[in-house]
């Protein structure tokens, strides 16, 4: 099997990430492995044969056969709405990967890092945080993660603790509520916010910014107008606007 072929994946455990997200769990017999940063497709196939092909960004990374994504919902939409809702323990799908070859961190990359996420641009973030970690590379990388509310955020309690656990540093923005307290404006990321949260341009930070379209194009000019090198700039857009 190639990373071409449709691999069978059955659902191992299914667990509420956020009121709109989960995190599912998949078995996949023999996975080659993943880098952090990499992503899958899913297919889904219908009883009458219909199909739906999708990408998600795995959390886990290296050679574990268990897979890990997070889904969020987008309402409306044809399969998010189906792996949040109704998919099940046991379940079959298809994955076809890893994919994706630049948008990935590897524990040889020296220097420092800076991972900027929006809403569920978080995952593969989360797989490079993990990496960054088990590597000893943490105290080089820093996240800024922006969410709408607390509650919205994927892997809230991993990385409310991911400081204090020898972790990688997150700064949280948040653009509708805060937590009681929270000296920060809410808001988007804005330059102030970037200038304040992200390894400056002087230290030649690789940077990694995903999430939706809009949110990945907005943060990757203002890092051009604050200085750094668009080469050294990664972008990962998850699609919408
Ligand atoms: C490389 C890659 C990695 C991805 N990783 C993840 C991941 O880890 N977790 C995750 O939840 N999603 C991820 N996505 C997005 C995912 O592939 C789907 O696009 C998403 O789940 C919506 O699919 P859907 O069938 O529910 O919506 P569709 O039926 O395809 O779309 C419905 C409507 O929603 C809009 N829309 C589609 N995607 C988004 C979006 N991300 N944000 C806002 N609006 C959108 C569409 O333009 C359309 O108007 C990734 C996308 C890419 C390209």
Known sequence: MSMTDWRPARVLAVAEASPSARVLRLDVPGWPGS???????VRLTAEDGYQAVRSYSLASYGSASALEIAVDEIPDGEVSP??????LPG????VKGPLGG???WHSA???PVQLIAGGSGIVPLVA????ARHAGAAASARLLYSVRSPTDAIYREELARSANDGGVPVTWAYTRAAPAGWPGRLGRVDDESLRAAVWPATEQPV???CGPTGFVEHVADALVRL?????????ERFGGS
């Open 207 to 209: 940077v990694y910014v």
């Open 128 to 131: 490079i945080a993990r990496a």
């Open 109 to 111: 990359d020296a220097g």
């Open 91 to 94: 379940d079959e799908l298809e």
């Open 227 to 235: 200085g750094h090198d668009p080469q050294r700039v990664r972008t």
């Open 102 to 104: 630049y948008f990935v």
């Open 35 to 41: 880098a952090a940063g990499q992503h899958i497709d």
């Open 82 to 87: 189906y792996l949040v809702r109704d998919v």
